[in-house]
């Protein structure tokens, strides 16, 4: 729709995750204790410095639970770009304390383990998200998952079951909604399994690929023999 590509010939596949990805990482334990995060409720977002992403509302919102829960709660920003710094500056004094920023990571899965929240902040007025890697990403590892609403978030998360949909640039709801998730563990757990599941179903890669033979097959109206295909880390 955003790029008015015409529907009768247009099909919708969805992107697959990896589950490889998620296997032989990192103990938690050990990558908690590397950024001091022991006992400490972890709230995540994974997202590039860009106008498209909303890294500020994501720290005005850590900045005031901080104030609220000091030595209870972190905030990890995973991702670099040209908005960076800007965002370093407004985390102030919590900057690298509790509000830390990773820069390039290469084994995005192995922080998104120590996450107990996966935050997906939308700049609306310049983006429309798609179907985010990074949202596949945390509700493939079982977390629940707060994203600003609209566009294919609304596709994947099931708002109030695997996780909040929000307004944009509002970061009391943010706030509140992290609250509700610290308060309600057994709650937060029973949405990461249900984001966990809706990827098994419908976001795997086999799913992914699949449906692609199946456009072949129906395009070239010959018979494609189906291959077994196995995900690996490395394709």
Not at 20 to 36: C, D, F, P, V, Y
Not at 118 to 144: Q, R
Not at 212 to 225: A, H, N, R, V, W
Request: hydrophobic fraction near 40%; charged fraction near 25%.
């Amino acid at each position: 729709e955003r790029y008015h590509a015409p529907r009768w010939k247009s099909i919708c596949i969805y992107n697959g995750f990896n589950f490889e990805r998620s296997k032989n990482l990192l103990k938690a334990e050990l990558l908690k204790k590397q950024h001091h995060l022991e006992n400490k409720f972890v709230v995540g977002m994974v997202a590039a410095f860009e106008e498209r992403k909303d890294q500020e509302t994501f720290i005005c919102a850590a900045i005031s639970l901080l104030e609220k829960f000091p030595g209870k709660i972190a905030f990890l920003l995973i991702g670099q770009g040209d908005f960076e710094e800007q965002r370093r500056k407004q985390s102030g004094e919590h900057f690298q304390k509790d509000i830390i920023f990773t820069g390039v990571c290469n084994f995005v899965e192995e922080y998104i383990n120590i996450f107990n929240v996966g935050v997906l902040c939308t700049n609306s007025e310049f983006h429309g998200e798609g179907i985010s890697n990074a949202i596949l990403e945390y509700m493939a590892m079982a977390k629940p998952v707060i994203a600003t609403e609209g566009a294919g978030t609304s596709e994947i998360v099931d708002d109030n079951l695997s996780g909040f949909l929000i307004k944009p640039r509002q970061f009391e709801i943010l706030e509140d909604k992290i609250i509700y998730l610290m308060n309600n563990p057994d709650k937060a757990r029973e949405m990461g399994l249900q984001g966990h599941q809706k990827v098994l179903q419908h976001f795997s890669i086999e799913a992914m690929c699949g449906k692609f033979i199946k456009i072949y097959e129906k395009l070239t109206d010959k018979s494609i023999p189906r291959l077994y295909i196995k995900a690996s880390s490395g394709n």
